[in-house]
């Protein structure tokens, strides 16, 4: 089955500097790759997505990579504010099977 | 919309004891799953549905059951409560498969087992 691994498990970064989360996966057939983000006390919330036929995608400060070659994929957030602060997991996934997750990445950001 | 609800947030239980945890959702998802939480582990799944009437077993099903009789509704059986199984649990629920369809989380139930 799929294995998903995320690296580093804790992060802190200046405001305003860049963050970047990476993770690989095992199974070339895994085709959907989403990013969730979880702040304190809550459920984790999709953040972004990318799918197996694009390369790179963004929105606003996020952005996520996929390298389908080497199998690795990445979260970049740029000009970090605070409120980003949360733990982020990367997941990945083949057709309708379940995701699967990575173990997560704990994002400090230091005002 | 409420979304994804489970309840209760926070729960104890003594080593032995059976109980339910809740979830609902009221988006007409078809697909329901229960994730647990530890730290340094990540998202763990439990079991899924991909409708009523149909569930399946996830990564970590031992010690747990689940049904789904209605759409709405997934709850989590714990039939005899281990030390083991103290954690975060959290309910989700997709329109699709989640490669299909954005997977929505409950707020999480904290489980103790003493």
């Known amino acids: 089955g799929e294995n998903v691994e995320q690296h580093p498990s804790t992060l802190s970064v200046q405001e305003g500097d860049s963050a970047v989360i990476k993770c690989t996966y095992s199974?070339?057939?895994?085709?959907?790759f989403p990013w969730y983000k979880q702040e304190l006390g809550k459920g984790p919330q999709l953040i972004i997505d990318i799918r197996s036929n694009v390369g790179e995608k963004k929105d606003q400060r996020i952005a996520v990579t996929l390298n389908k070659t080497a199998k690795h994929f990445s979260l970049h957030i740029t000009e970090t504010q605070p409120e980003d602060s949360a733990v982020y997991f990367c997941a990945a996934i083949s057709g309708n099977t379940p995701l699967v997750f990575g173990k997560g990445t704990r994002l400090s950001v230091i005002a | 919309n409420a979304g994804v609800t489970q309840t209760p947030k926070f729960q104890v239980l003594k080593t032995g004891q059976s109980m339910t945890l809740q979830c609902a959702q009221d988006m007409n998802h078809e697909y329901m799953s229960w994730y647990r939480q530890d730290p340094g582990m990540g998202l763990r799944l439990i079991h899924y549905s991909v409708g009523a009437g149909i569930t399946d077993q996830g990564e970590v099903p031992n010690g747990y059951n689940v049904s789904r009789s209605t759409t709405e509704d997934f709850p989590l059986r714990l039939l005899s409560a281990a030390p083991s199984q103290t954690s975060v649990y959290f309910c989700?629920?997709?329109?699709?498969?989640?490669?299909?369809?954005?997977?929505?989380f409950g707020p999480g139930t904290r489980l103790t087992v003493t």
């Open positions: 989700a629920s997709s329109y699709a498969a989640p490669g299909l369809g954005e997977q929505y």
């Open positions: 199974d070339s057939a895994s085709n959907y």
